[in-house]
């Protein structure tokens, strides 16, 4: 199979798998919006009723965003915002509402969410919405990604093996190499950009530097890294298979 060669200047980041919390007493609207994001596969949805359980699901579980109505049976949407971002809840929070004001979006934005939606709205503008939000997080020191076996956490430099709780504890630049390499989506990376992006091309570093990086992290990631699954040598430079 043929992978194409990827450069800095060519990288979108992938949304594949996304998992997006969807909270709203309105039974029917959520479970439409579920299922209308669900068509795409980019997307996994799960549902909240009310503020109790979308907070009982934020402590259980992680998202990479959040859909959060604002007139909810048990707390105002604002307030669950903003305990959500007081118990860390890093991931962005697109509010929901029906009103239509200035002082209701700041009112938002003050309690921590990074967009705000008004009701009724065409899927498509949510889309577009939800998606700027992703790729802004997915460039952020706070974003968690799957590779293998593993939850990857950069902002804590660790690999979480997700079915036995063992961590992997990563250097900074085996960081950047993971972060960069996922940028590409499966496509190839060439060394010489991986040298800039990573090294900035200090004149200290060759590919033998690379490559042993890419040994090291091999050992960390891969059942058996003389048969590597998941970071992949190819002809021009390495490819991760997340």
């Known amino acids: 199979m043929q992978h194409n060669s990827v450069t800095s200047a060519e990288f979108n980041m992938a949304t594949i798998g996304k998992k997006i919390l969807v909270i709203d007493d309105d039974a029917g609207f959520r479970q439409f919006l579920s299922e209308q994001l669900r068509l795409h596969e980019e997307f996994q949805t799960t549902e909240a009723e009310s503020g109790a359980v979308a907070l009982e699901r934020v402590r259980s579980d992680y998202f990479?965003?959040?859909?959060?109505?604002?007139?909810?049976?048990?707390?105002?949407?604002?307030q669950v915002c903003r305990v959500m971002r007081r118990t860390g809840v890093k991931a962005p929070i697109i509010m929901l509402t029906g009103a239509d004001s200035d002082a209701d979006t700041i009112l938002g934005l003050d309690a921590g969410a990074n967009d705000y939606?008004?009701?009724?709205?065409h899927l498509s503008v949510l889309l577009a919405r939800l998606r700027v939000q992703?790729?802004?997080?997915?460039?952020?020191?706070?974003?968690?990604?799957?590779?293998?076996?593993?939850?990857?956490?950069?902002?804590?430099?660790?690999?979480l093996e997700v079915d036995t709780g063992r961590q992997i504890h990563l250097t900074d630049k085996e960081v950047r190499l993971l972060r960069f390499l996922l940028r590409a989506d499966e496509n190839?990376?060439?060394r010489e950009t991986l040298l800039n992006e990573v090294w900035n091309y200090s004149a200290s570093v060759t590919t033998h530097t690379l490559e042993t990086h890419v040994y090291r992290l091999r050992q960390?990631?891969?059942?058996?890294p003389s048969e590597p699954k998941i970071l992949i040598t190819d002809s021009d430079g390495y490819r991760l298979i997340p």
Request: aromatic letters at 12%; zero cysteines.
């Open 220 to 224: 960390k990631i891969e059942t058996d």
């Open 64 to 78: 990479d965003a959040i859909l959060l109505d604002v007139g909810l049976p048990d707390m105002d949407g604002h």
């Open 188 to 190: 190839v990376v060439a």
């Open 117 to 121: 939606v008004t009701k009724p709205f």
């Open 134 to 159: 992703l790729r802004h997080f997915d460039r952020s020191e706070y974003a968690v990604f799957a590779i293998g076996p593993f939850t990857f956490r950069p902002s804590d430099k660790l690999l």
